[in-house]
């Protein structure tokens, strides 16, 4: 427990190192937001009645997996996950990413555009604002995209208080910056968790409390990185959704989810093919330590201390911090699918569930051009602003997620 507090802390101490001002310390706003951190990973960890809720969301996975598997089948026949038409000589040999497990990104779009036409995920992300509004005391219109992140992620949670976006301090700026890069989108939590099901027990209960955590952890690191100097912005009313009816936000929503699902396409095909790049050339060098250079490996040994300081075992830091690795050069998603496939041995069930809350989030370098792209467009007068807050808000992203890793490791 010392280990991942001595962690905590010096996560914090970077973040102070590069603020813009160092003399204004937000004392309130970080220790509120450290507790409430803790405060939720123990009920989401260790107290009984959300240990349920955990199992709930597991079997609504398995219920997802199941609709969406009928529909690629119908649709695509073996390739989608039906019969086969011939003997499958190798087990799991027949499963195809792209035809069978990333659809499921259809079926959540359209889902959570159903839900915010209901109004139902509306009254969600309120509940969450009013929490960090009460415990945290920042501005409204923050509270209302921070909370949005959560579950809508970084583009389309700027969308809740866009004709606030002009308005907003700096510091409000760089913090909604910084949680949605330290948070993910509704339709990749359950893609995420499918991939982790078969190492992380409750995989969505951990992916979604992850994602919940990370929001007051983002807070913190941006408040200390960009500080609160101007009068805060407040109001943040949400919007309502853009259709007509319920099956007019069904079609926008799996039309959003196309576009996200071909774009999470195009990246794995380009990201698996540069790291393959860039490992062919590697192994032209001679070998370090009997074994080849490769990528992963350069970034284990990079970023071992790291994840060492958040509560990983020395001897498995250097695995850990490949993934970390992985996940913050190229995606979170490619992080997981290799967290996935490594041999139980690799990482301990604690180093496991630190890695699975230190990688769910979308600080890496793609996600923040797409981020800086999107908020640019929503709001052109301040893309410079934006432009230069980017890496900032990257490292913000990424030390918000490892605060979270070490509050699992403390408990």
């Known amino acids: 427990m010392l280990h991942a507090v001595v962690g905590m802390v010096v996560l914090l101490g970077v ?5 813009e001002n160092r003399r204004v310390i937000h004392w309130r706003l970080i220790v509120a937001g450290v507790s409430l951190q803790i405060v939720i990973a123990l009920l989401m960890l260790k107290a009984a009645p959300f240990r349920q809720l955990f199992l709930g969301l597991n079997a609504m996975v398995g219920a997802l997996e199941t609709a969406t598997r009928a529909g690629t089948s119908f649709v695509f026949g073996y390739l989608g996950g039906g019969p086969l038409p011939f003997v499958e000589t190798a087990p799991g040999g027949s499963f195809s990413l792209a035809f069978q497990a990333l659809p499921m990104v259809l079926v959540i779009g359209a889902l959570t555009a159903l839900f915010y036409y209901w109004r139902i995920l509306p009254k969600v992300v309120q509940a969450f604002s009013w929490l960090l ?22 583009i389309e949670a700027p969308l809740l208080i866009r004709p606030y976006l002009v308005r907003m301090t700096r510091s409000e700026l760089f913090a909604m910056m910084a949680t949605g890069l330290s948070c993910i989108a509704g339709t990749m939590l359950v893609l995420y968790a499918t991939v982790l099901q078969k190492v992380i027990p409750d995989a969505l209960g951990h992916i979604l409390t992850a994602s919940i955590i990370h929001a007051p952890a983002a807070l913190v690191v941006a408040s200390i990185i960009v500080p609160e100097t101007e009068e805060q912005t407040l109001g943040g009313e949400i919007s309502s959704y853009d259709a007509s009816s319920a099956m007019d936000a069904l079609t926008k929503g799996t039309w959003d989810g196309l576009k996200i699902l071909v774009n999470i396409v195009a990246l794995l095909i380009v990201f698996v093919a540069l790291v393959k790049l ?13 074994a080849p250079l490769t990528l992963e490996r350069m970034l284990g040994l990079l970023l071992a201390p ?29 992080a997981y699918i290799q967290f996935s496939g490594l041999p139980e041995a690799a990482l301990s069930p604690k180093s496991r569930l630190i890695m699975t809350y230190a990688m769910c989030s979308f600080a890496n370098l793609g996600s923040l051009g797409i981020l800086i792209g999107g908020l640019g467009t929503l709001c052109p007068e301040r893309r410079n602003e934006i432009v230069g807050l980017g890496l900032k808000a990257l490292l913000a992203g990424v030390l918000a997620s490892l605060m979270t890793g070490a ?4 408990l």
């Open 15 to 19: 973040a102070w190192l590069v603020s």
């Open 133 to 154: 509004r009460t415990t945290m005391g920042i501005g409204g219109a923050l509270g209302v995209v921070a909370s949005g992140c959560i579950f809508l992620g970084m």
């Open 278 to 290: 860039a490992n062919i050339g590697l192994g032209e060098l001679p070998d370090i330590a009997g």
């Open 306 to 334: 790291v994840v060492w300081l958040i509560g990983v075992p020395w001897q498995e830091a250097v695995t850990a911090g490949s993934l970390m690795g992985i996940k913050i050069v190229l995606n979170e998603f490619l």
């Open 407 to 410: 509050v699992v490791g403390m």
